[in-house]
């Protein structure tokens, strides 16, 4: 039976982290988004929640937490209802630790690992997504070539936040074009390897203080112990399900901030001597909104729970992954609305909020559980 009663230890987490983001983030989105840039000194902070360094093994360093999707998405909904930005910029060396702790060789563990359970922000990122219109995660264009007793990586990606200051890359490409998800690895890449270049720092509609590049590869050469999992095989379609479902919380926990605002501004808001929230019109599109978020809560919980489970959660972070990101939109999209002509100015959240949403439909692997 399908039970998703958050634990104590869950909701103790949840609050920590709600009320972070509601006290910490918040105040600093705007400021981030009209700069482009994420504070350091609040990543500093995020990470001493231990938010990356609580599931790496105590043996490295770390807390040596049971590591749970479920969990990871709560916390992922919280930040993401501080900002989403922000939250993808702080999550971002899980993108580079985590499949190295699920699906790394025993000797990757213990080369990589200790350094994550630093007290201090340690960049470290993934790339994934690919400069095509037709990208598809089971027919990836960048491809790993074995040659002897290394790998010749070649290709394109690009969206690849922290690219530009990450110590460690963990870049995905297809040893065999014709497996579909089996036929993709990952393999460990230095920035500074001979044939890595990293692009200048994209231009994009939302997400602006999250620092994304493009990243080519040109006859990258690599050991064959750089092969996430050494000579073993990973399980590439469940590292895609964990981060649509971290994407997909980031989007529930944007939709639940612009939302509250939107609610909040119609209580306030008043209109030939009421609140404009007890206008139907209003009021029917604020709770239009609110089953919207719910639901899409729902969908991020059910694939989170099966990959606590162990089961295969690919079609349920896809359908998760595809309804939050029509979700968010509607909602940040009404959330404009109910503003009326203030909801399009940058005095109020809600345009930011509405920019950001319009990414999550595009964005893939930037952000895991």
């Not at 919207?292 to 969908?299: N, Q, S």
């Not at 909801?343 to 319009?358: D, K, S, T």
Request: hydrophobic content about 45%; glycine content about 8%.
């Amino acid at each position: 039976m399908v039970d998703f009663e958050l634990t104590e230890e869950q909701r103790m987490i949840r609050e920590t982290v709600e009320g972070f983001a509601r006290e910490e983030i918040r105040p600093a989105a705007r400021p981030a988004d009209e700069s482009g840039v994420v504070p350091a000194q609040l990543v500093e902070k995020i990470w001493q929640l231990g938010l990356v360094t609580s599931a790496i093994p105590e043996q490295f360093g770390g807390g040596g937490d049971e590591r749970s999707a479920l969990t990871g998405a709560v916390v992922a909904e919280e930040l993401g209802y501080g900002d989403a930005s922000i939250a993808v910029h702080a999550l971002a060396p899980r993108l580079f630790a985590y499949p190295i702790l699920e699906m790394g060789s025993d000797a990757q563990r213990s080369l990589y690992l200790k350094q994550f359970a630093s007290e201090r922000f340690v960049p470290a990122t993934a790339a994934l997504m690919e400069p095509r219109f037709d990208f598809d995660l089971t027919e990836l264009s960048t491809r790993a070539r074995r040659d002897g007793s290394a790998y010749i990586l070649n290709g394109s990606k690009c969206f690849v936040p922290l690219a530009d200051s990450a110590k460690s890359l963990l870049v995905y490409a297809a040893t065999d074009s014709s497996a579909g998800f089996k036929g993709v690895d990952a393999f460990i890449v230095s920035p500074d390897a001979s044939g890595v270049s990293i692009g200048e720092r994209e231009k994009n509609m939302g997400f602006k203080p999250l620092c994304t590049c493009a990243v080519t590869l040109n006859d990258v050469r690599v050991d064959r112990a750089a092969r996430l999992g050494g000579d073993g095989e990973i399980n590439f379609s469940r590292l895609m399900s964990e981060a649509r479902v971290a994407i997909s919380a980031l989007g529930v926990g944007m939709a639940r901030a612009a939302f509250e605002y939107a609610r909040d501004y119609a209580r306030e808001r008043r209109a030939f001597g009421v609140p404009i929230a007890t206008k139907q019109a209003v009021a029917f599109m604020l709770a239009d909104m609110a089953i919207e978020i719910d639901a899409a809560r729902l969908l991020v919980w059910e694939a989170a729970w099966r990959l606590d489970r162990g089961e295969d959660s690919l079609k349920e972070s896809y359908l998760a992954k595809n309804y939050v990101a029509a979700s968010v939109l509607k909602v940040a999209d009404n959330a404009v609305q109910v503003l009326g002509g203030h909801g399009y100015i940058r005095e109020h959240p809600v345009e930011m909020w509405l920019r950001n949403a319009r990414g999550l439909a595009a964005l893939d692997g930037i952000a895991t559980v």
